[in-house]
């Protein structure tokens, strides 16, 4: 329930605010944080050129 909140928020602090919607296009990925819900499919995340996808665990 946090993460719609949260989503709520940023819509309310974007919405006809064209610097704060500027700030947020220009953020980029930084690193992709281990979870073990994924290790348990059997994949995880990566990181490449900005993009994340799933690959099997080695």
């Given at each position: 329930?946090?993460?719609?909140?949260a989503?709520?928020?940023l819509?309310?602090?974007?919405?006809?605010?064209e610097p704060?919607?500027?700030?947020?296009?220009?953020?980029s990925?930084?690193e992709?944080?281990?979870?073990v819900?994924?290790?348990?499919?059997?994949?995880?995340?990566?990181?490449?050129?900005?993009k994340?996808?799933?690959?099997?665990?080695?």
């Amino acid at each position: 329930m946090l993460r719609e909140w949260a989503l709520v928020a940023l819509r309310h602090v974007c919405e006809g605010n064209e610097p704060n919607q500027a700030y947020i296009r220009a953020l980029s990925p930084q690193e992709v944080v281990p979870r073990v819900d994924l290790a348990k499919m059997g994949v995880h995340a990566v990181l490449n050129d900005n993009k994340m996808t799933l690959q099997p665990l080695p």
